[in-house]
């Protein structure tokens, strides 16, 4: 059994390019010479030396005394808050934009719903001194005001997107359309493992430091480098795919998914994809998304803006259907409490999307011999508006 990509592009039976016949150019470009690019000398060299001083790496690996005595268990947090950025997003777009340069093109579109992929892309466009294009949902633009005004003042062009919902399906269907009429000079971004062969491999090797970072930090740490498990919160599955790649092949370590279950997975209001949904097409790909009987995608809800997505990368489809990762959800209460829960025992305002994967620890069996390392995708700066809401502060 691999849980690797073939070299179609698939894994078992998810994932391909189910592109249309007009993006082939873009798309084959891409996935004829992704590995080649990434596997020189140089390219090595660049990304690793944008990620230790750029980026900030290797992010701490904290074990976490206060809240290991809480559950009785030994738990350990992957700092990837720490982060330039506040979060993991920086790993995935520091990689594209050097391969962008390596293929020649001179100019970066990305599609973005909470904003946080944007204002990542358009923060290695001002390093690179590329100019950028970040399509997002008039709706969107409007709930994210912050981020917006960051990639502005990062030299990006914002674009509402009036059509559809005007949310993030609607931002990626004309970031695609633009990539369709400058396939010469244009980069297209995509910020998590989802989209066509090569995007879910790709994405997934650029963030597969965090697990490289993480079994060597166990070893000096723990003396292995293999844990009992590995947890990480799922919207696309990027931060996810980065922390459990290099244990992928070694069966003892559990992988642990969490989904967001929003108002509860058995409510219209969640955006916990593996609970509630089933096979097709969505992003140029196959995969498990929401949708109802006429295969429509239903409109995810999540407290948290990174988690609201309809689908879920190929890869974690694979994962789930094989059984080698579990997916379980956390609702919004959940997650709110366990935001504040770590804050208070540990001094660390996380991220509403890193919450769910913290809100699911009491629901494992932790044994008191454990080892859990969590990854902690992301820091709360941008919740503080949530967090203000549900306690006051
Ligand atoms: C975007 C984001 C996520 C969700 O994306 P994945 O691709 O599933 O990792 C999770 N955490 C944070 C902090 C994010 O910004």
Same mark, same amino acid.
Not at 127 to 135: A, H, I, Q
Not at 157 to 165: A, L, Q
Not at 296 to 316: K, M, R, V
């Given at each position: 059994?691999?849980y ?11 994932g391909?390019a189910?592109?249309?016949e ?8 891409l ?8 596997a ?5 060299r660049e990304?690793?030396?944008?990620? *230790? ?6 992010s701490p ?6 809240l290991s005595a809480?559950?009785g ?8 808050d720490?982060n330039?950025t ?14 962008a340069?390596?293929?020649g093109?001179?100019?970066?579109i ?6 946080q992929h ?15 294009v ?20 990062l ?9 559809g ?8 269907n ?10 010469e000079?244009?980069h297209y971004i995509?910020?998590?493992v989802v989209?066509p ?6 994405v ?10 993480? *079994? ?30 290099h244990y992928?092949?070694?069966p ?8 967001a279950?929003?108002k509860g997975?058995?409510?219209?209001e969640?955006?916990?994809?593996l609970?509630v ?7 140029a ?27 879920i990368g190929?890869?974690h489809?694979h ?19 366990a935001?504040l829960l770590l ?10 999307e890193?919450?769910?994967?913290l ?18 995708s ?11 809401d549900?306690y006051?502060?």
């Amino acid at each position: 059994m691999s849980y690797f990509v073939d070299e179609k592009g698939y894994y078992g039976a998810f994932g391909g390019a189910w592109i249309p016949e007009m993006m082939q150019a873009n798309v084959s470009e891409l996935q004829e010479r992704y590995l080649e690019i990434m596997a020189t000398e140089e390219f090595r060299r660049e990304f690793d030396l944008l990620m *230790k001083d750029y980026v900030g790496r290797p992010s701490p690996l904290y074990e976490a005394p206060r809240l290991s005595a809480y559950y009785g268990s030994r738990i350990f947090l992957k700092r990837e808050d720490l982060n330039h950025t506040g979060s993991h997003k920086l790993n995935n777009t520091i990689g594209q934009v050097l391969l962008a340069q390596k293929l020649g093109k001179t100019r970066i579109i990305a599609e973005t719903g909470a904003g946080q992929h944007g204002l990542a892309t358009a923060t290695v466009c001002a390093l690179k001194g590329l100019p950028c294009v970040v399509y997002m949902g008039a709706l969107d633009v409007k709930r994210q005001e912050p981020n917006v005004r960051k990639m502005k003042m990062l030299g990006a062009e914002v674009i509402p997107v009036t059509s559809g919902n005007q949310t993030l399906k609607d931002a990626t269907n004309e970031a695609m359309r633009d990539w369709i009429n400058h396939p010469e000079d244009t980069h297209y971004i995509i910020g998590s493992v989802v989209g066509p062969h090569p995007y879910p491999d790709m994405v997934a090797r650029f963030q597969s430091v965090i697990s490289e970072e993480m *079994k060597r930090q166990l070893q000096e740490q723990t003396g292995s480098g293999f844990p009992t498990r590995v947890m990480a919160c799922v919207g696309g599955g990027s931060n996810a795919a980065g922390a459990f790649y290099h244990y992928l092949d070694h069966p003892e370590v559990e992988l642990i998914g969490v989904e967001a279950a929003g108002k509860g997975a058995d409510t219209p209001e969640t955006a916990a994809t593996l609970a509630v949904g089933s096979p097709g097409v969505l992003h140029a790909a196959h995969t498990i998304l929401m949708q109802n009987n006429d295969g429509q995608i239903t409109e995810p809800y999540s407290i948290s803006a990174g988690l609201d997505y309809p689908g879920i990368g190929p890869l974690h489809a694979h994962l789930f259907k094989t059984g080698r990762a579990s997916y379980l959800h956390a609702t919004d209460q959940e997650t709110l409490q366990a935001a504040l829960l770590l804050t208070r025992l540990e001094g660390i305002i996380p991220a509403l999307e890193s919450a769910h994967a913290l809100a699911a620890l009491p629901k494992i069996p932790l044994r008191t011999g454990d080892i859990t390392v969590i990854c902690l995708s992301g820091r709360g700066d941008k919740d503080m508006q949530t967090y203000l809401d549900a306690y006051g502060y």
